[in-house]
Each structure stands twice: as C-alpha cells, then as structure tokens.
C-alpha cells in the first residue's frame, strides 16, 4: 500500500503559478506510475497528467497541455504538479493518484491510491 498527501495548493490570480506536491509513504514508490486529476463540485473526476514510474513517459490532458507539468522526484518519494498561466476554469481539487499496475492511464477507476484531495482556486 502507499499513502498520498498533496499540498501546496491555494488562491492565487489568474495568470498566475502554483506548484502541487503528492508526498508518497509505504511501499516503494517507484512501484507506481502516478496521477493527477481534478475535481468541481457536481462533475465527474477528471485527468490532468500521468507519469511512469521512472519518469520517463509523461502524458497530458489536451486541456492542460503547454501550462502544467507533471514529475516526479523518487529519491524523494514525492510526484510534483507546476501550474503556470492558471485559469479561473483551473479551479477544482487536485487529487494525486497511485496506480500499481505497470502502463500510464487516464481513466480514474484504473488508480489503486489517492490522495485526500487539495483546494486551488484561481480569482480572475
């Protein structure tokens, strides 16, 4: 099992940055390819960015794409979310996800772990 606590999340101005932490504990973390999704009140889960477990392959939502940036630090056991040029529509709760079955998804029934979820808001 692993456990996930994200931070760094908050209110910032639109145009702004903001950089998500998902701090891992338990099993190796290597073991995962991990996750980013975000969630608004009334609509479903949604992906924002995946990693492999060494890093290696990354993938966006096409929404995101060019303005979040998705790695991970292992020897640290902590995945990172940068967030620049934030948008109001960038407001949700960011949840980092676990997924111990080898190959990166987009689908949030596919992750294993989660994170207990953080706040960013973006005030235009």
């Known amino acids: 099992q692993v456990q996930l606590v994200e931070s760094g999340g908050g209110l910032v101005q639109a145009g702004g940055s903001l950089r998500l932490s998902c701090a891992a504990s338990g099993r190796t973390f290597s073991s995962y390819d991990m996750g980013w999704f975000r969630q608004v009140p009334g609509k479903e889960r949604e992906f924002v960015a995946a990693?492999?477990?060494?890093?290696?392959?990354?993938y966006y939502a096409d929404s995101v794409k060019g303005r979040f940036t998705i790695s991970r630090d292992n020897a640290k056991n902590t995945m990172y979310l940068q967030i620049d040029s934030l948008k109001p529509e960038d407001t949700a709760v960011y949840y980092c996800?676990?997924?111990?079955?080898?190959?990166?998804?987009?689908?949030?029934?596919?992750?294993?772990?989660w994170g207990q979820g953080i706040q960013v808001t973006v005030s235009s």
């Open positions: 996800a676990a997924d111990q079955t080898a190959g990166i998804r987009d689908a949030a029934n596919e992750y294993d772990y």
């Open positions: 990693i492999s477990r060494y890093g290696g392959v990354r």
